[in-house]
């Protein structure tokens, strides 16, 4: 028994459809609304069942957990519940996935299980693309250049950790990987940046975490630059006022600067990652072009893909992050069956694909 709590929200849902459809096993779908569970349930097939749980009721998650071999987390906001649902997870004896992440995750303790976190798109995805990258016939790896784009509305649990994610002590603005060590102030915001794949001009902003320091350490880079692409105005205003308000509101203006940048516009999220180094004896660039209809479904579909390596026996035992324990080439593969999820490969810079699309248009 595969239990998901969250399970009909956007995410919970994305990942129940797919272990479903991959025949993953059988499938309890839990929220604190037993009537919107059971609905997603009933569209599963017979092997789906709903149950109510409340991830701050101790025995309503015991009773939730009894009987699973893995749970899937994709309730929210994760920096709150991700560890106290995983430890009751693996007092339980079963194996546990969280599409999100805490700070305190070295105070749990998993002699028997694997608990797999940060395990969605932002982090985990954005982490195994450029290792995927690194794994296409690169023989050296020297520089990595890697964007993320989304235009979507936030929910107010995805707002929350979110901000917990940009204003914590994980992610350091302006900051890169130089000369194979982390520079603070590196780099300066951008604005009217032409980015493949997008329909629009962006506001970069550089940051470096605690993930990219880890594809930076295993790649072996002498240098790293990572990006957030805004499209829009409203969610960098929300961003720069969020570190003077206090959480609520900064939750709330978050929520209403992303659905006003999207506004009549389709939401998307994309991926960028190029990577610099030598392979058949030469130099060369290469750049990995991850799209998806929205950051729900991504996110969804890189918490099935997380599930289905450690239902496979693919991850050991013990408390690891996405992007550190999962196969890049296992999972990219099983992401790329997903419908709505496209990957590209192209040789060339991030810089180069932009004027050759705008020379096409």
Do not use: K
């Not at 070295?106 to 797999?116: I, K, N």
């Not at 997008?198 to 506001?203: A, G, K, S, W, Y």
């Not at 790293?224 to 969020?242: K, M, P, S, V």
């Not at 590209?344 to 932009?354: I, Q």
């Amino acid at each position: 028994m595969i239990g998901i709590i969250g399970g009909y929200g956007a995410v919970g849902a994305q990942a129940a459809r797919l272990l479903a459809a991959w025949g993953a096993g059988p499938l309890r779908i839990g929220g604190r609304d037993e009537a919107r569970a059971a609905r997603l349930a009933a569209g599963l097939g017979p092997e789906a069942e709903a149950a109510r749980v409340d991830v701050e009721d101790a025995s309503a998650l015991a009773a939730f957990v009894e009987g699973c071999e893995l749970v899937v987390h994709c309730a929210g906001p994760s920096h709150r519940t991700a560890v106290p649902v995983a430890r009751a997870v693996l007092t339980a004896g079963a194996h546990h996935v969280d599409a999100g992440t805490a700070d305190d995750l070295d105070t749990l303790e998993a002699a028997d299980g694997a608990a797999v976190f940060a395990a969605g798109a932002l982090p985990g995805l954005s982490g195994l693309l450029p290792r995927w990258l690194a794994r296409q016939d690169f023989a050296e790896t020297r520089r990595l250049t890697a964007c993320v784009a989304v235009l979507d509305a936030f929910t107010a649990t995805g707002a929350e950790d979110y901000l917990h994610g940009v204003l914590g002590t994980d992610s350091e603005p302006l900051a890169a990987w130089t000369d194979g060590a982390r520079r603070p102030g590196a780099l300066a915001r951008a604005t009217g940046q032409h980015l493949p794949y997008l329909p629009r001009p962006v506001t970069v902003l550089p940051y470096l975490d605690g993930e990219g320091e880890r594809v930076a350490r295993a790649l072996g880079l002498d240098h790293g630059r990572w990006f957030t692409a805004l499209d829009g105005e409203h969610l960098a205003a929300a961003l720069d006022a969020a570190r003077t308000l206090n959480r609520a509101d900064a939750v709330a203006a978050l929520c209403r600067a992303t659905a006003l940048d999207l506004a009549g516009r389709s939401p998307y999220a994309v991926l960028l990652a190029q990577l610099d180094g030598v392979a058949d004896g030469r130099p060369v660039s290469r750049t990995a072009v991850l799209r998806a209809p929205g950051i729900a479904e991504l996110t969804g579909a890189a918490t099935a893909v997380a599930a289905l390596a450690v239902l496979h026996g693919e991850v050991p035992a013990g408390v690891h992050l996405a992007d550190a324990v999962l196969d890049p080439v296992a999972a990219v593969g099983r992401l790329r069956e997903v419908p709505g999820v496209v990957l590209t490969v192209a040789d060339g810079t991030v810089a180069e694909l932009a004027v050759e699309e705008e020379g096409a248009l």
